[in-house]
């Protein structure tokens, strides 16, 4: 009953009597207390002239009434509990209850509940109840509580509201068997604004963002901000005639209009991955991971889209986490080595100089790079495998100078992650020094991308390296960016055409006029030239025939280790590996 339909009772009706304390009736009319005494069933015996200023009822009004109806509905069952247990345990209780105001609105008392003497000498219990105003206290919890439930940037939800929704979402979901769907969304590209713009700018990039994500939901669903670009949606049921896909649609082509920040248009993407309850798991920890597992391989396939989990991602994952033990293990007991693929003089077909590939003999069967590199850029193994490769390939270079085995260098492959990592310079000069040789001899092979992914340190780094004496090739070169400033402002002494275009060169007229233009233009830069991939005679003498300098592929010989490629620069022929054990490695972490 709201307090404008209850009955305002006359002055002719009987009013509640008073407090027969008077002393206590003096204290308590000062005090904005409240104070009643009611019956079994909640019914007002006598209340405090100062609960009706309280609440703002007439008098009167309390005498028609019971406590139930002075609390806000839903919060009955509350009292009543209360009441119960003051009862059974024959014990004072306490508890915070929200009670309807005579204008629009409640306040919150903390309330008191004893049990009271019946005068009439009855067996039905009777009860004093007290009360304190304590709705700002509440009003201020609950403005803490929201906000420590909030993200301060977005005004989303945060991690802790987020879960405590998702319980709720299934709790409900066991209830009315409804589904529900956990998105979880990681911008593309954020991480390369935040960087090169600043943390304000980012900062407001994620507010607008936040913003334009919100516009897409429904009512009822949830969205959180997990922390830095990552984003998650609860989308309850979707609208008749809707479908989660589609709403995960309708996320992403949002995302791709650019965003006004700062004066500035910024364009990020979104990559989405979404589980679904019941049948992607029962539990909020596992839709999340599950989210998250196809959120990562909405990244692997491009980004800029959404994908449905899939228990095979749990399959991936296991095996990815599988080779990285395996991998830890691998590097301490020396199952790492480097090959040697001979690159040859074009015409007279002389050994010239090698390029170091690592190689992974692993227990069960040698691992391809392609399987272990990517995973070892990702967890940062990279930095302690290249180090090793770089002082390997120094060292070797002098036991075949010692051997009388004399190569002009010896390429070592540089992972862009390698090449970002502070202490590079230092590994590469450290490898060279202790080894002896001369600087030149070391070409560390880098690819278009790890150029030009952050000019001003790239060519902070190429300098020091250069003014050392260290060169530097363009692996796959042709494969990357159409901008070629590169070649102009980096110290790049060789470019090695890709495969690519060396395997259809006869098939391919348009290969052909490529792998052509590519060595005109390393004549005018004074560049050498490597064509890698070259596996037929005919491929051979096609590239001679545009003049090109040197040749790299299994024509001539695949990678091999470092005692057969001796034997292979000395004899030009290749020893079978049939019968030869796994080859010893230096590389031994104790």
Known sequence: MSPASRPMAS????????????RLAAIVAQSPVFVVHTDSSTRLLAAAASTATLLGYPAAYLAQVS????????????????????????????????????????????????????????????????????????????????????????????RAHLREWMIESIDNGVASGKAFAVMMLDLDGFKRINDSLGHDIGDALLHAVGKRLKAQLHENDVFARLGADEFVLVAGAVDEGDTWDRLAARIIAAMQRPFSVAGQQLRVTVSIGIALYPEDGLKSNELLKHADLAMYSAKERGKNQFVFYSPDFEKVKAEA???????????????????????????????????????????????????????????????????????????QLARWDARGISLAYVGVNVSPVQFQNPAFSQSVMSAVRESGIDPGRLVLEITEGTLIKNPEQTEAILSRLHAFGVRFAIDDFGTGYSNLSYLRRFPISEIKIDRSFVSDIMESGNDRAIVSAMLSLARELDLSVVAEGVETEEQLAMLVERECQYIQGWLFSKALPPEDFEHFAATQEVISPKGRGRGSSLFRIF
């Not at 002055?11 to 304390?21: G, I, N, S």
């Open 321 to 395: 986490f599988s080779l990285e033990q395996d991998m830890l293990s691998g590097i301490r007991t020396g199952e790492f080595e480097l090959h040697y693929q001979p690159i040859v003089d074009a015409r007279t077909r002389e050994v010239l100089a090698a390029e170091a590939l690592m190689r992974w003999n692993h227990p069960h069967g040698q691992r391809p790079p392609t399987a272990f590199i990517p995973l070892a850029e990702d967890n940062g193994l990279i930095n302690l495998l290249g180090s090793w490769a770089l002082r390997m390939v120094c060292a």
């Open 11 to 22: 002055t002719a009706e009987k009013t509640l009597p008073k407090l027969k304390d008077d």
């Open 67 to 158: 406590l139930n109806d002075l609390v806000m509905p839903e919060h009955a069952g509350e009292l009543q509990a209360l009441m119960d247990r003051t009862l059974s345990e024959g014990e004072p209780q306490k508890g915070v209850i929200p009670f309807l105001r005579a204008e629009e609105g409640c306040c919150w008392l903390e309330l008191f509940v004893q049990l009271a003497a019946n005068p009439d000498g009855g067996e039905e219990p009777r009860f004093d109840v007290f009360g304190y105003d304590v709705t700002p206290w509440v009003t201020t919890e609950r403005q803490l509580r929201d906000e420590s439930r909030r993200d301060p940037l977005t005004g989303m939800s945060n």
